[in-house]
């Protein structure tokens, strides 16, 4: 498998755009985040950019930025040029985390969100990152540990598919429990200064509600093919997604993950 297509293989459906938009604040994430990492003038690029919505409101935190996206879907790509045609300082290109055509020294901020759990070589993307950023400026990775998996009360049949699925979808390089491995990723491609973050991303305390129930199953929906052909069957990955959601609308079930962000210095 090459490394292109292990990124693309839930993240190819043209509904996956829609719903990283409708997922994300981006305004509050690019406070929270990024906001104390820019300075006036810095060039931004976002790996794993999808439609945009990040880059679009960076400058309004910091106008005088220039900002690059790049993805590997052409349609993702596509959609956040059409929304970003007013402003002549924010560019999008198709491209692999892997091997990105920007030369190197080339950004003050290179920063990456919910990618890594996707990527087959994680660290030569990684590399890419320190190798595109200039001397002095900073590398940010935030991803996922636990997604799907940590549930309580398990229901054992819920359980053990997941843990089924997610042990497949690792072959295409996938994994659930990319977060926590990100510190030590930091330190083998060559940063310094590394923070490291933690919070709680998915809580799930009792009944799912409404709107972020759509969310789940459009996520499942997007999913079944590729769970579909870990369980060798269509209609048992639809009956595991069925049986997930009415996990998720129980009021005695609590579902959670964390996400890490790990921040860095290129060295001079």
């Known amino acids: 498998m090459n ?4 990124t693309t293989y839930i993240m190819e459906d043209p509904r996956e755009a829609m719903r990283l938009e409708l997922k994300v604040d981006a305004e509050a994430w690019a406070h929270k985040y990024l906001a104390h990492h820019m300075k006036p003038g810095a060039a931004i690029l976002s790996v794993g950019c ?7 409101q960076l400058f309004s935190i910091e106008p005088s930025i220039q900002a690059t996206g790049i993805d590997i879907s052409a349609d993702r790509v596509q959609e956040a040029i059409q929304k970003s ?7 999008f290109v198709s491209g692999d985390a892997h091997a990105m055509p920007f030369p190197s020294d080339s950004f003050d901020l290179v920063y990456s969100r919910m990618l890594f759990e996707y990527l087959a070589d994680k660290e030569r993307a ?13 590398v ?32 295409t390089g996938f994994d659930a429990f990319v977060g926590r491995k990100l510190f030590s990723l930091a330190h083998r491609v060559g940063l310094r200064n590394i923070a490291v973050q933690v919070e709680c991303y998915h809580l799930i305390a009792g009944e799912i ?11 499942l929906e997007i999913a079944l093919p590729q769970i579909a052909r870990v369980l ?25 993950s964390n996400v890490f962000t790990v921040t860095g210095k290129k060295p001079w």
């Open 209 to 219: 509600e409404p709107e972020i129930l759509k969310q789940w199953e459009l996520k």
């Open 50 to 56: 999808g439609p945009g919505m990040i880059l679009r």
């Open 3 to 6: 490394s292109a297509s292990a």
């Open 85 to 91: 045609r007013s402003n002549a300082r924010l560019k």
């Open 232 to 256: 060798g069957d269509h209609g048992a990955a639809k009956e595991h997604a069925k049986r997930f959601l009415e996990y998720l609308r129980r009021p005695d079930t609590l579902t959670y």
């Open 126 to 138: 990684a590399a890419e990152m320190v190798r595109v950023c200039r001397p002095g400026g900073t």
């Open 140 to 171: 940010l990775l935030q991803d996922l540990d636990g997604q799907l998996l940590w549930n309580y009360p398990e229901d054992p049949t819920v359980q053990k598919v997941a843990e089924k699925v997610v042990a497949g979808l690792a072959k």
